[in-house]
């Protein structure tokens, strides 16, 4: 069996809440913080990038495996805010942790789903037997064009995976993606911001995709929702989980551990990631865990886990994912989140 | 461009590389090609452990040009577990509360850009814990 031996999550500690957003473009804040379910996002200091926070959610993971790092064959990391247009994020993660030279690394880009990429081929690679170990990460920064509603929610932060197929904290039972040539949200080379399709990122994309691979995961695994113990979806909003999970028969109790966007935003490729790794820092041995992402473009990657043994000997080796949430926060203001985001432009 | 130097330095700015002499076991960080205590000049690498604590510091409130948007900010002398006593920026810190003892940790953050289409440069910051 093949499956995860260690997970580590990062989170910056500034927030800025949603109402301070509001207040800046004139919106109400009450109806945008109900409206999204969201009461605040992460945001990276100024010196913290994919790069850097992919390091950290790696260096958790490790120390949670209690393995060589020499060992581990790829690292891939998903983004859609790589720093390098050319040249992999993971050139620079396995140099800082030791993990390289001989090692494959690769960077993805798929919209909000490149970190469920990322584990989906670094499991592949241990399934095949091409090498012991492998790690996905799902890592960004994320970006969102001043005054656009994704400005609430795109903020920062990643989870990291190791797979591998001894003492495993959890197994990995079957997997199944789901994707379509769907226009609902891009960026175009050199651009700053993504674009989007405003409520055509709705049905026809997020909900469409998320549900086409979670039947089809449910079918291939002849399990019902009422099996899991956990639930986790992409999570561009505090209200689209929550609407998906329902579609697909799951209730707000399986969904709860993962439900970290309303203090955390959208991480893009973090988002379900960091869900997981929330749930595996409270799960127990042979908890059944059902996790879907999405990433627009679009594409949904679906996992079923289970839980073993090994969990509750490495939770507590790491800093859990709701202990940095809620814990050393610092406030900014709009100006100095702009500030913090590059958003101000000045002389060169 | 710094791109060399910069390669070059990878091994103690990303990873905490030190030389400890053959000789006389002086360790030097970063690692040098010849002993400053007894002239030897055959070294192995030894990993420093990355806490230590805080001895002293300055709050830099006039930054360098690559530094000049990031002001204020912190930096101090740490001595690590080692003994071995280095100077870095104290990042994500609440400039109020800094003091001397602190317990820090070294955390792998961007250190400066190369320009708007140069290198991004990495390695440790000290951040209190």
Redesign the interface.
């Known amino acids: 069996m093949v499956g995860i031996v260690g997970y580590g999550a990062y989170v910056p500690r500034y927030r800025i809440k949603a109402e301070v957003i509001a207040k800046q473009w004139g919106a109400d804040p009450e109806a945008v913080t109900r409206g999204l379910s969201l009461v605040e996002k992460t945001v990276p200091g100024q010196d913290e990038d994919t790069i850097t926070i992919s390091v950290a959610a790696a260096q958790y993971a490790l120390r949670r495996a209690g393995i060589d790092p020499k060992e581990i064959g790829a690292v891939y990391v998903g983004s859609e805010s790589h720093p390098y247009a050319v040249k992999p994020s993971a050139t620079i993660l396995i140099d800082a942790l030791g993990i390289g030279p001989h090692v494959h690394v690769a960077s993805y880009e798929f919209a909000c789903k490149a970190g469920t990429e990322a584990m989906y081929v670094a499991y592949s690679h241990v399934k095949a037997g091409e090498m012991k170990y492998a790690m996905g990460i799902g890592a960004d920064t994320s970006q969102g064009a001043p005054g656009d509603a994704l400005e609430y929610t795109a903020s920062a932060g990643g989870a990291a995976f190791i797979m591998g197929r001894e003492r495993l904290v959890a197994e990995i039972l079957f997997t199944h993606s789901y994707t379509s040539d769907t226009p609902d949200f891009w960026r175009r080379e050199g651009e700053n911001y993504p674009r989007h399709g405003g409520r055509f990122t709705g049905d026809p994309a997020y909900f469409r995709h998320i549900v086409g691979a979670g039947k089809a995961l449910l079918e291939k695994s002849k399990m019902a929702p009422a099996d899991f113990k956990f639930a986790v979806f992409h999570m561009p909003n505090g209200k689209f989980p929550q609407e998906v999970g329902k579609r697909l028969g799951f209730t707000k109790d399986q969904m709860e551990a993962g439900w970290i966007v309303p203090w955390m935003g959208n991480t893009y490729s973090g988002s379900s990631p960091c869900g997981l790794a929330a749930i595996l820092d409270v799960a127990k041995p042979g908890d059944l865990i059902f996790m879907v992402s999405f990433g627009s473009g679009a594409g949904s990657d679906g996992f079923i886990y289970r839980v073993t043994d090994e969990i509750v000997k490495v939770q507590d080796r790491a800093p859990k994912l709701r202990q940095m949430l809620d814990s050393d926060k610092v406030y900014l203001d709009y100006g100095q989140y702009a500030k913090y985001r590059r958003k101000i432009k000045l002389n060169e | 461009m710094i791109t060399a130097r910069y390669a070059r330095e990878?091994p103690q700015r990303?990873?905490l590389e030190a030389s400890r002499c053959a000789q006389c076991a002086t360790v030097s960080f970063p690692p040098r090609l010849v002993c400053p205590t007894c002239k030897g000049r055959t070294f192995s690498t030894i990993t420093l452990q990355n806490e230590g604590k805080l001895l002293s510091y300055t709050v830099v409130r006039v930054g360098s040009d690559k530094f000049s948007?990031?002001t204020p900010f912190a930096v101090g002398i740490i001595e690590l577990k080692d003994g071995i006593r280095i100077t870095t920026q104290i990042?994500?810190a609440?400039l109020e509360k800094l003091a001397h003892g602190q317990t820090v940790r070294l955390?792998?953050?961007?250190?400066q850009e190369d320009g708007?289409a140069g290198i991004?440069c990495?390695g440790y910051?000290a951040i209190v814990v």
Request: no cysteine.
């Open positions: 990878i990303y990873r948007k990031e990042a994500d609440n955390v792998f953050r961007k250190i708007k991004l990495y910051k």
